[in-house]
């Protein structure tokens, strides 16, 4: 199928969207980095067959030119590929590919900032009389040496950066070497619009904001409100620095200019942990989804889930489609390590479960699929600045480990060396032993995918908890017109019965999934029985 000229509407809305850190996916030249082509060499295990995962789209992190001080999060040319992932012939190779699968493909958009080697940067710190001077955010100090005002990097220190030559600060909120471009001068947001126009017409079908809702600080950069916190960054308010009103105006830009174009569709990162202020972001004229992190804080107990899901669900009411998301490239911890213990696969199908069967879009981190742990690493093979500064408390780089292919040297990821070493366990946890053991965490996220492509209930139905008090499991409810899917998920290790919040609910239902293959699960007097770590899915209608 060509998704592009497919009438399917709302893909974001209804389809699965896997996320792919594309230095970890697959290399192709055995430099140690994945790469395009690898990536396009692996799409056959993603999407395009009856064996493949079967997700909808694919969210690709950045893949520009960069000199990695944040590991492609500081771009140093917005038009170009990194020439270590490939070239731009390649990127619209893995469009047109992706395309033939029945992918669409998202691309990560870094515009809060840029490289200190962009050459935009460059040009500006020559000089305060550049004409690229205002495009940064450059500010005399306070007397006695001190900084503008007193806001902090989220990486930890003061985001102000001293420039010697031209004896002025630079602002930016994550690493010296990504210095914030000025949203308020409109020549750079012009130049930002322009580029986002390049990447649709070269057939890209939609965008992952990095850090949206930091583009605006308030112009006249006042101090934040001091508060009790445990590091500097959360020894503020910040009300300056980040959720500024004119943050709307130039989302309306961004959504005017997707809409010129058929079917293309943005996810915005929410800096921040509140779910309002991430609904906040969501409508016809603003981004078609943001991300709210709770599940990835979440410990692993269905009261805490819950209360994650009613609060986004009501955050959003009436304003926007929720998405879902357990693990990504900047969580310390993924899910499978968070909550795996002694079952790690029964928990990975607990928890994919309850992610692919929600009211929202699923947001798969590459490697979920076979119940890929986080890489234990010592502190000196760790590589990013921000988990070398927060080691032991804090490392991105265990979940950013190479995708686990086979048993072949390095799980098949490459024939050199890896950027990050291996899991050690590949040997038994891979992608080619999964797809022969029908049991296997592979397997089951097919069959739920496959599944929940064909059930209208779970694509667009309504949700309606059934559990509002759980201590050891979860039911709900997702309704549609035509069909109805009821779901029950047991987070321990012991059978047990779930009571419903509703006695008298129909008991004419059928098993249509379960993650147990002795599954005796049943409806029966307003409970369901469920087997150890049972992900239960019934159907009816
Ligand atoms: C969010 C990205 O996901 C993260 O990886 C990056 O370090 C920061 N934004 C800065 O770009």
Redesign the pocket.
Known sequence: MNVVNSSASLWWREGVIYHIYLRSFADSNGDGLGDLPGLIAHLDHINGNPDALGVDALWISPPYPSPDK??G??VADYHNIDPRYGTLSDFDRLISEAHKRGMRVMLDL?I??TSDLHPWFLESRTSRHNPKRDWYLWRDGRSSGRPPNNWQSV?GGCAWEWDQTTQQYYYHM?LKG?PDLNWRNPAVRKALMEMVRFWLDRGVDGFRL??FNLWFKHPDFPDNPRRLGVRGFSRQHHLHDYDQPEMFDALAEFRSILDAYSQRAAVG?TFGPDPWRAASYCGDDKLHMAFSFEFTECPWQPAAFLKAIQRWEKALEGVGWPCYVLS???RPCRHASRYGGRYPDAVAKVAATLLLTLRGTPFLYYGEEIGMPNVPLRRSQLLDP?SRRYWPFLS?DSGRAPMQWNTSPNAGFTTGKPWLPVHPGYHERNVAAQREDPLSVFSFYRDLIRLRRRSLALRKGSYTPLTSHPTRGLAYLREAPEEQALIGLNFSHRPFRLRLDYDLIAEDWAVALSSLSDSTAVIAGGEIKLGPHEAVVFLRG
Do not use: G
Request: no cysteine; glycine share 0%.
């Open positions: 944040d590991f999060y500081d870094a809060n900032h990486f994550f990504q990095d850090v990162e990504n490239h900047d921000v991105r």
